[in-house]
T-cell receptor, first 116, second 112 residues
Framework: SAVISQKPSRDICQRGTSLTIQCQVD?????MFWYRQQPGQSLTLIAT?????????ESGFVIDKFPISRPNLTFSTLTVSNMSPEDSSIYLC?????????????FGPGTRLTVT | QKEVEQNSGPLSVPEGAIASLNCTYS??????FFWYRQYSGKSPELIMS????GDKEDGRFTAQLNKASQYVSLLIRDSQPSDSATYLC????????????FGEGTQLTVNP
């Protein structure tokens, strides 16, 4: 499976500021996804990012709050804008493995964000 | 009704026993089913995928799928303390490019 890295691994930010999270993959992938995992909870999809098109956001998530870039087939960024303590979560990118027909999704190590 | 429901935990089994993790889903259009393992402070790791009714075995792990009953399970044979983690069931409606819907997870503890 693809090797996925994320930067930063963790950060502590003040409310009202923004943080951009980077996701780098060691191979070209069409589908990339951004998930959020709030403390003690399961994963929720924020948006799907395809190269060359606008990101598709899930219900409850908007572009102004979580702008996403996908400049090429190995890289994506997620920005958490105008942060509040409720944004404290782990943010995970995942990629779809298209080397086989199974389309399995694999996750990066995550970015642990704390907003004070 | 939650889209994906997992048996409430935490689940505790002795070392060497079989751990049984269960998951039900509400969307009959679901086609792909996954089990992820998540250690504390780590990201989810894919351990099993299953697409057709029946059993799929991989080492000590067996996934079972029954689409008519909208039920998927994971059996862990010869459980080891290193299996102690939260197990997440995930369901996907289509085979490509669609979101994973996760259950809340079941925390498993294997006691030496």
């Amino acid at each position: 499976s693809a090797v996925i890295s994320q930067k930063p691994s963790r950060d502590i930010c003040q409310r009202g500021t923004s943080l951009t999270i980077q996701c780098q993959v060691d191979s070209q992938v069409t589908m990339m996804f951004w998930y959020r995992q709030q403390p003690g909870q399961s994963l929720t999809l924020i948006a799907t990012a395809n190269q060359g098109s606008e990101a598709t956001y899930e219900s409850g998530f908007v572009i102004d709050k979580f702008p996403i870039s996908r400049p090429n087939l190995t890289f994506s960024t997620l920005t958490v804008s105008n942060m509040s303590p409720e944004d404290s979560s782990i943010y995970l990118c995942s990629v779809e493995d298209q080397s086989r027909e199974s389309y399995e999704q694999y996750f990066g190590p995550g970015t642990r964000l704390t907003v004070t | 009704q939650k889209e994906v429901e997992q048996n409430s935990g935490p689940l505790s089994v002795p070392e060497g026993a079989i751990a049984s993790l269960n998951c039900t889903y509400s969307d009959r259009g679901s086609q792909s089913f996954f089990w992820y393992r998540q250690y504390s402070g780590k990201s989810p790791e894919l351990i099993m995928s299953i697409y057709s009714n029946g059993d799929k075995e991989d080492g000590r792990f067996t996934a079972q799928l029954n689409k008519a009953s909208q039920y998927v399970s994971l059996l862990i044979r010869d459980s080891q303390p290193s299996d102690s983690a939260t197990y997440l069931c995930a369901v996907q409606r289509e085979t490509s490019g669609s979101r994973l819907t996760f259950g809340e997870g079941t925390q498993l503890t294997v006691n030496p």
